[in-house]
């Protein structure tokens, strides 16, 4: 039979009252007398009826995070940094798959109005701003890795328009002029950024953006594959790569490798977040780093302060990323 509050209180000798005090963090209990109650509810595998405390507090302990695609090992360090504070303050997480499409991500958001998760974590934002900002006039909603524009939602990201043009400078100051930009969806704002970059530090130095050498991926490895292809095809190709994220880079630097040339010999390649894969890889990627973990962790520690209502300091929060320079970029000789 299962053990019950009573049966928890009767072995520690106390009230059901201080059982609940006890499980609930709430009101002041002597030390040896929580310690008492803990090793009761251990002994009698005792699992508090979370259901009828949900119901009289009206909370879940649960937060729905809605990630882009699951199968971006990106956001997996950024899942374990909210599922670390979440973990520290008593919360479960509820992951959703979008799979890059609007209507699931919308579906999940009926997760919040339904009352089944106390909050929501974005780690993207397909659908349109107005239909997320309607839905945090009601809830606590936090979005992490992007923004929205024009937005007030909470949000934790890094600044991807300097981070891209801090890339494309790298391969600018190793002597290369006609780079190749794979970029993300044009219809994210990180596809969009990241194009922006790449234009600045391009008009910095005085270059043309060519269209030809500009082409739109959706942050795939097969992606990076087969646009590299049409970059090899072009009378001119380009001598170095910027690729909006990893995976594309190392899409990319396959194909490079199937037509017998070499990286970064032939073509430097260049790619965005430092996923573990990219320091393994051969050659090893140069890549922006973005604190994935950390961004993780803020963007859950701000959803849990909308929670309980506590004070938010700022909108956004832009946190530091990093320049690693690793095998595949290297300086253009002219031949």
């Given at each position: 039979?299962?053990?019950?509050?009573?049966?928890?209180?009767?072995?520690?000798?106390?009230?059901?009252?201080?059982?609940?005090?006890?499980?609930?963090?709430?009101?002041?209990?002597?030390?040896?007398?929580?310690?008492?109650?803990?090793?009761?509810?251990?002994?009698?595998?005792?699992?508090?009826?979370?259901?009828?405390?949900?119901?009289?507090?009206?909370?879940?302990?649960?937060?729905?995070?809605?990630?882009?695609?699951?199968?971006?090992?990106?956001?997996?360090?950024?899942?374990?940094?909210?599922?670390?504070?979440?973990?520290?303050?008593?919360?479960?997480?509820?992951?959703?798959?979008?799979?890059?499409?609007?209507?699931?991500?919308?579906?999940?958001?009926?997760?919040?109005?339904?009352?089944?998760?106390?909050?929501?974590?974005?780690?993207?934002?397909?659908?349109?701003?107005?239909?997320?900002?309607?839905?945090?006039?009601?809830?606590?909603?936090?979005?992490?890795?992007?923004?929205?524009?024009?937005?007030?939602?909470?949000?934790?990201?890094?600044?991807?328009?300097?981070?891209?043009?801090?890339?494309?400078?790298?391969?600018?100051?190793?002597?290369?002029?006609?780079?190749?930009?794979?970029?993300?969806?044009?219809?994210?704002?990180?596809?969009?950024?990241?194009?922006?970059?790449?234009?600045?530090?391009?008009?910095?130095?005085?270059?043309?953006?060519?269209?030809?050498?500009?082409?739109?991926?959706?942050?795939?490895?097969?992606?990076?594959?087969?646009?590299?292809?049409?970059?090899?095809?072009?009378?001119?190709?380009?001598?170095?790569?910027?690729?909006?994220?990893?995976?594309?880079?190392?899409?990319?630097?396959?194909?490079?490798?199937?037509?017998?040339?070499?990286?970064?010999?032939?073509?430097?390649?260049?790619?965005?977040?430092?996923?573990?894969?990219?320091?393994?890889?051969?050659?090893?990627?140069?890549?922006?780093?973005?604190?994935?973990?950390?961004?993780g962790e803020k963007a859950m520690e701000l959803l849990i302060r909308l929670i309980n209502n506590d004070n938010i300091e700022k909108e956004q929060y832009i946190l530091?990323?990093?320049?690693?320079?690793?095998?595949?970029?290297?300086?253009?000789?002219?031949?």
């Amino acid at each position: 039979m299962m053990a019950r509050i009573v049966d928890v209180a009767k072995a520690a000798n106390v009230s059901t009252a201080t059982v609940s005090r006890v499980l609930t963090n709430s009101g002041t209990v002597k030390k040896e007398t929580t310690d008492r109650v803990l090793e009761a509810i251990e002994l009698l595998n005792y699992q508090p009826n979370i259901l009828a405390r949900q119901l009289r507090r009206l909370e879940t302990k649960t937060i729905l995070v809605v990630v882009p695609d699951i199968t971006n090992t990106f956001f997996s360090k950024v899942l374990r940094g909210i599922e670390a504070v979440a973990t520290q303050n008593g919360y479960q997480v509820l992951l959703g798959d979008a799979h890059n499409k609007a209507e699931l991500e919308k579906g999940y958001l009926n997760i919040l109005r339904q009352r089944k998760a106390d909050g929501l974590l974005l780690l993207t934002a397909k659908i349109e701003g107005q239909a997320i900002e309607d839905l945090a006039n009601q809830f606590p909603v936090v979005v992490a890795c992007e923004y929205i524009e024009g937005s007030n939602i909470p949000t934790v990201s890094i600044d991807n328009i300097s981070s891209a043009r801090k890339a494309t400078r790298h391969l600018l100051d190793l002597g290369h002029k006609r780079i190749g930009f794979l970029s993300g969806p044009f219809d994210s704002v990180l596809g969009r950024d990241r194009y922006k970059g790449f234009q600045q530090a391009m008009a910095q130095h005085g270059l043309p953006v060519d269209s030809l050498l500009v082409q739109q991926g959706d942050f795939s490895f097969e992606s990076g594959f087969n646009l590299m292809q049409k970059f090899l095809a072009i009378d001119a190709p380009p001598t170095a790569i910027f690729a909006a994220n990893d995976e594309m880079a190392i899409g990319a630097i396959k194909a490079v490798k199937s037509k017998g040339l070499s990286v970064p010999e032939d073509i430097s390649v260049i790619g965005f977040d430092d996923i573990k894969f990219a320091s393994i890889y051969e050659p090893a990627l140069t890549t922006i780093s973005q604190p994935s973990f950390e961004i993780g962790e803020k963007a859950m520690e701000l959803l849990i302060r909308l929670i309980n209502n506590d004070n938010i300091e700022k909108e956004q929060y832009i946190l530091a990323d990093e320049l690693i320079i690793r095998d595949s970029s290297k300086e253009y000789k002219n031949k």
